[in-house]
């Protein structure tokens, strides 16, 4: 056996004092000689026609290298930014989607022009002095409106504004027919700014000379940033390098191909110099895809008992002016809207719908929020409807048995869904609570406790369902582990970590299988020139339970080849040959060891069995058989004021399964950023546009995103269900707290206005919404006059 202090020790991540200190090497920080820096002109208009653009007074502007639009980009860029079939597998409309407007602009923020400068400075003066003569034209930017067969079209070519409708599982009006209780509601997800703290940017340096192009983007998978770049810009996988180095968050946001990813190596090639474009805060804002942009119409049944009968669930996604690289994948919330509940029938349909806003793609969660919150917001719906505690809804129809095949025939590998629950119910000591509860409100204090029992499907994915879902890439992952002969280790692998503590976890794996200390492991990700062919990136909670497996499996790899060497110097059997606390022995002869660094210095020397070649490597690809399937209980304690409708966040449990865990620590920093993010959302951020489709949420003082201060001290709890998927028994955790909290949180804040007859409050609970319900509720006016009604 190999050492096994590794996985699951609670150690610090070994990347921080270099991220903390300033040392950190983010695209920005690379700077090559030459260089011209590139700003963008974008489109001020959600719809409009270009007839001009003038750009004479701008190409005369200090500094200006050059400026191009779309017929230069023309010449070098070929095909649009591809949209992957994702869980849609049938679209009726995708518009191709260029990475710059030709004589149309769909979107307010769409590019028009590049700027390239001597400085950044003159770039952005010089976009000032372009002249673009627009023809405005009608748009639509309201998801509900460009359903209507009437509403302008955002492409003309296009029938309607439908991307797709699709039906997952069609309607049975029987099934629900035998509820006797039946709730509706409407559940809206507000579009969200995915917000990383570092936002993208693109460094490209072009050598004609050698007909290759290095590029430094803030991606989360160079591979497929590679892979796309070759499809488009006419060289060929083998001459294309791109390296995201530190990269400063993302959330899904930098999984897409983008249009500057393209734009800026085209740039370079034209103007034969190295081309820096850094994003600016309110460009990211208004350019960088959105998340979420749904509302989904929600119909449910209960037996009086409580059984569960019936869901039906149409989604309407708002896909933007162009369907999102990976923006079909939100229907995922239809597949999993059941939740963690047996149904005896769950329809789903998604519809997407194109509209004159900036695309939305996925964003931390990517749909499993969105089928939390509509499940878990209809069973505390059905509870109220039965006068039932809506613990003991959740409790009645948990599914039980594992594995579990959910209504759209997806298994989920393990759980344990009661033990979470009442671990989280107990850290609040619910009872007690409800009594406190009850007591407030005879004296016009508002307490809402809310629960949000969570699933996730991560860990994506298995070559099957994922290759048809991405056109033929199979997101399996890759890992490769080389020994050198003094017995340091370096590990490369395919997903990127960019803030997920990566060079942590990955080196406590290889550390553990290859009984080499920890502090002898480098991990190396982000640079397409090193490690496998292909690596597969980091979203869906993948990179451990695909990736880290990776790891373990090239590891496993090495081991065995180390196994065979030592069997040949010990004169042995393989067979005979043990490894364990990082040495090699002959079983019953422990004191005659050979350490695994011994080993690999043999590797490289001349004594080795017959037809062993050299050397200590080796890379593994590892396809899972499944998706992993990560769950908790999450439960808010909320006040809500009355007099101003403002939401104090009291306190916050979360209980989560994530299977075996290799580091507690940053598990529990994962949990951390994931429910703020979530929080965020239930009382905090959202996009607005105006009617004509102008951002008003372009500023991080118009986009509220909260701080630590809005948090109280998060309480966390943990339940250990190992993953049958997994040899290392582990599932993803990096999405977990986004997933439940929403949820959770309105839940609470439901709970705290159902005094006032208030059912559903939507999404973010802000204080002017709660307070105008509140009055509406009390049939007095805004102003504390009568009733409106
Ligand atoms: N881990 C563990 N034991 C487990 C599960 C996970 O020790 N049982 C560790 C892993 O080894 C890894 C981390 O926890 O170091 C997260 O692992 P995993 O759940 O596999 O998620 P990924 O690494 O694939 O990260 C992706 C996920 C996603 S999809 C988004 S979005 C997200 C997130 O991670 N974006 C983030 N967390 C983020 N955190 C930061 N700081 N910044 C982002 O942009």
């Avoid at 397409?528 to 979203?539: M, N, R, S, V």
């Avoid at 429910?675 to 009617?691: K, N």
Wanted: aromatic share 8%; charged share 20%; proline share 6%.
């Amino acid at each position: 056996m190999a050492v096994t202090t590794m996985i699951g020790a609670k150690i610090h991540r070994r990347e921080d004092p270099r991220l903390v200190s300033g040392e950190g090497r983010f695209v920005d920080d690379f700077v090559l000689p030459g260089t011209a820096f590139a700003a963008i002109a974008r489109s001020p208009y959600a719809h409009a026609r270009i007839k001009s653009i003038d750009l004479t007074a701008a190409t005369k502007s200090p500094g200006v290298v050059a400026i191009y639009t779309h017929k230069d980009f023309a010449k070098v860029i070929s095909g649009g930014i591809p949209a992957a079939p994702a869980f849609v597998a049938e679209k009726k409309h995708v518009p191709v989607r260029f990475p710059i407007a030709d004589k149309e602009v769909v979107y307010q923020g769409e590019i028009v022009a590049v700027v390239l400068a001597e400085d950044k400075y003159q770039a952005a003066d010089a976009v000032n002095l372009i002249d673009i003569d627009y023809d405005q034209l009608p748009a639509v930017t309201d998801l509900e409106k460009a359903l209507d067969p009437k509403s302008p079209r955002v492409h003309p070519a296009g029938e309607d504004n439908l991307a797709w409708d699709f039906t997952y599982v069609p309607d049975d009006p029987a099934a629900m027919k035998e509820a006797d209780v039946v709730v509706k509601e409407r559940f809206h997800q507000q579009r969200l700014a995915p917000t990383s703290m570092e936002t993208r940017g693109v460094l490209a340096d072009w050598a004609s000379a050698d007909r290759s192009v290095t590029v430094w983007m803030s991606s989360q998978n160079p591979h497929l940033m590679r892979f796309y770049l070759a499809l488009a810009i006419g060289l060929p996988e083998s001459r294309i390098r791109v390296v995201s180095p530190d990269v400063g968050g993302g959330f899904g946001s930098k999984c897409p191909p983008h249009p500057e990813d393209y734009l800026i190596p085209a740039a370079s090639k034209l103007s034969r110099r190295p081309v820096k474009w850094i994003e600016g805060r309110s460009e990211a804002i208004q350019g960088t895809t959105h998340g979420r942009g749904e509302f989904f119409d929600v119909e449910a049944g209960a037996k009086k008992d409580g059984t569960l009968v019936a869901l039906k669930v149409t989604q309407y996604l708002d896909a933007g002016a162009y369907v999102g690289n990976l923006g079909a994948f939100q229907g995922v919330a239809c597949l999993l809207s059941g939740g963690a509940y047996k149904w005896k029938h769950v329809a789903a349909r998604t519809v997407g719908v194109l509209t004159n806003r900036v695309p939305t793609d996925i964003y931390r969660g990517a749909g499993r929020p969105e089928a939390t919150y509509l499940c878990e917001r209809t069973i505390d719906l059905l509870a109220a409807a039965l006068k039932m505690d809506p613990v003991a809804l959740r409790r009645k129809n948990f599914a039980t048995t594992f594995p579990y095949t959910n209504n759209f025939g997806l298994v989920y590998d393990s759980g344990d869904y009661e033990q979470a629950l009442d671990k989280a119910l107990e850290m609040l000591g619910y009872e007690k609570l409800r009594r406190e509860q009850e007591e407030g409100r005879k004296h016009g204090k508002y307490l809402g406790i809310g629960l949000s029992s969570w699933i996730e499907l991560c860990g994506i994915g298995p070559s099957g369902p994922t290759s048809g879902a991405t056109g033929g890439i199979a997101l399996v992952e890759s890992a490769q582990v080389r020994v050198f002969p003094t017995g340091s280790v370096n590990v490369y692998v395919g997903t990127h970590s960019h803030g997920q503590g990566h060079d942590t976890t990955f080196t406590q794996i290889a550390a553990d299988i290859l009984g080499i200390p920890y502090d002898m492991i480098e991990l190396h990700h982000g640079d397409t020139a090193e490690g496998p062919a292909f690596g597969y990136g980091t979203y869906g909670s993948r990179s451990l339970a695909v990736g880290g497996m990776a790891v373990h499996k090239a590891s496993k790899k090495v081991v065995d080849k180390a196994r065979k060497l030592a069997a040949h110097i010990f004169e042995a059997s393989e067979e005979d040959v043990a490894f364990d606390q990082g040495h090699f022995y002959v079983k019953g002869s422990p004191d005659k060891r050979k350490s695994m660094g011994e080993i690999a210095l043999a590797s490289y020397g001349p004594n080795l069995p017959v037809e062993m070649e050299q050397g200590l490597e080796a890379v593994a690809y590892f396809d899972p058989p499944n998706f992993v399937w990560p769950f908790g209980t999450h439960i808010a304690l909320v006040e809500v004021d009355a007099e101003t409708g403002h939401v104090s966040l009291l306190r916050y449990i979360a209980v989560d399964d994530c299977g075996n865990i290799i580091n507690p620590m940053i598990v529990d920093g994962q949990v951390h950023g994931g429910v703020a993010q979530g929080i965020a959302q239930a009382l905090y951020e959202e996009i607005i546009y105006d009617e004509s489709g102008q951002l008003k949420t372009g500023t991080l003082t118009d986009y509220l995103v909260p701080t630590a201060n809005e948090f109280p001290n998060f309480e966390l709890g943990r339940t250990i269900t190992p993953s049958p998927t997994n040899e290392l028994g582990v599932k993803g955790i990096g999405e977990a707290g986004t997933i439940a909290s929403s949820a959770a949180v309105m839940n609470a804040v439901c709970d705290a206005l159902s005094p006032f007859g208030i059912k559903h409050v939507d999404m973010p609970a802000s204080p002017d919404r709660i307070w105008k319900m509140i009055h509406e509720a009390q049939g007095t006016s805004h102003n504390g006059k009568e009733a409106r009604k």
